[in-house]
């Protein structure tokens, strides 16, 4: 639910961010824009502030400088509780692993963002599931599930209610190359028929030529560290 | 409600630790309530020694002296009351009933008390319990004697044992009536209550034994009155320690009282059981506090380890709180959502703690009451057994905001990304 004002996703700019005003800047970014339902790769090898720039993007950190405009909503000007109920409706998120509350089943998990948030709607669950081919799953308990399984719960969970922007961290850095592409073109497939503009933040830039869009954390962040390996 | 339904199945995925917590929760809460109403009872217990009677009446002097020698049978009087006085008391025509006990010598440490059949017939203690008898019947004649279930427990005797009592509290041999044995006719039903650890004969046994005692030492060798030449009728009381009575109408329990103490042949004194008894119990107030506080100290332990509980998941389950920071739950609700688990550990604790004491008290009952004379009643639930369930429902809250906050903090430190 974009505003119609709003022609991006995401658009920040000129933002400037460190954990305490003390400690040396983490992200310097002059502009990052994602447009909507546009899928964005975005390179980010560890120790670049990809942490730290997904954590600003859902609201969850607050700039010390600049615009952050996710999906129409100037986040500096929105209160902590604001940005969390916004998060929650707004954006699915998809970690690297371990996605899954341990003590809910894969149904209660799937349902868990429109259980705390009323906007999203829980009537498309068999639909994910069924284009996710994890139907037979759910009623089972999440740990017995495969690594691979597991993620595909996790996008599940993030695109129920078709929020129109998800975000993914490194959501198949735990998976093997076979489950990599296929987990991938799945994810990708579901968010163009959802219309929600997916964030994909990796190290394994194999995968970049799937998305529409390119960028590269370390470029754009005038404060990285380039990681000497 | 979803916060209540995750905390639930984060419980119950976690269902080990969680019985084990609710079951130190249950036992210290039963603790609690199972103390309060231990000394509720023993508190009753202790008033309900002795009813029915409105007045106790002695020779002047000490008010709970003279309370701890007749309903408790400690300690002695100083003086005697005249018969003639008491035949006044018990004849006078506001008055139902006197019980006349006459006090002074022991059997091995018992107690004798000389009494009549009023004693058997009127002595109540806890409302409507009765002297009654297991086996035998009450002395009549002056050579017999009744044992309290405790002394008879103690001493063993039959019917029909010849017993030698000893003048005065102290030991035997140092002067026993040897000359006049009683026998062993009755023994005393338990009562849980001092009667238990009394021997009883008649006003004329106390008589006889003491003929020839007139100086308060014994007849010299050679004067002494075998029971054989004493006879009944030439038995003739003087003197008794002390009576209950009871009045006919109770509002004119006062005006007895002020009448007694100002009763010009003798100097008497006459005190409510319910107001000495009250003063008394009030010297072991400390007890009771002592009682409570430890019982708190149990529910603190208990609490406890709830906190230890809770606190141990906090690292497992900063992953969780990532996912639900994620999924748009805020900081307070992850703080809501451990002080929820808290407080339904704490509550199903109280309620399985209400529980136990209940059957606590139900299973024990006739163990305690049988081996240490103490009646437990359960006093149904009593306002101040919701107080202590609500001071430790809060207690839990308090404890549970611990780990709360810590996982609050942890939120906030964390954001979506997760350290394990």
Redesign the interface.
Known sequence: MSSPTSPSSIALANIQFSYRPSLPLVLDIESFVLGPGQSCFLYGPSGCGK?TL??LI?G??KANKGEVNVLGQDLNKMS??RR??????Q?G?I?QM???????NVR?NIL??T???SSRKAEDIHKIAASLGITALLDRGVLELSVGQQQRVAAA?ALIGSPPLVIA?EPTSALDSAHRENFLQLLLAQCRAAGAALLFVSHDQSLAPLFEKQLSLPDLNRAAKPELV | MLLLSLAWQSLRNRRVTTILTIFSIALSVALLLGVEALRVSARESFASTISGTDLIVGARGGGLQLLLYTVFRMGTATNNVRWDSYQDWSKHPAVAWTIPYSLGDSHRGFRVVGTNENFYKRYRFRNTGQVRFASGRAPQDFNETALGSDAAAKLGYPLGTKVTLTHGIGAAGIMDHDDKPFTVVGILDRTATPIDRSIYISLEGMTAIHVGWQGGAPPEPGEETPSSKLKKEDLKVEAITAFLLRAKSRIDTLRIQRDINNYLPEPLMAIIPGVAMGELWSTVKYAEIALEIVGGFVVLVGLLGMLVAIYTTLNERRREMAILRALGAGPAKILALFLIESLLLASTGCILGVAMMYAGIASLQGVVERQFGLYLRWQGFQPEHGIYVGLVLAASILIGLVPAWRAYRNTLADGLSVRV
């Open positions: 942490t997904l954590g859902a969850v950190l902590g509780s969390d109920a916004w998060r929650g409706s954006i998120y970690f371990f996605n899954l509350i341990p003590y809910l209660d868990l963002p259980r705390l948030h969970r961290d």
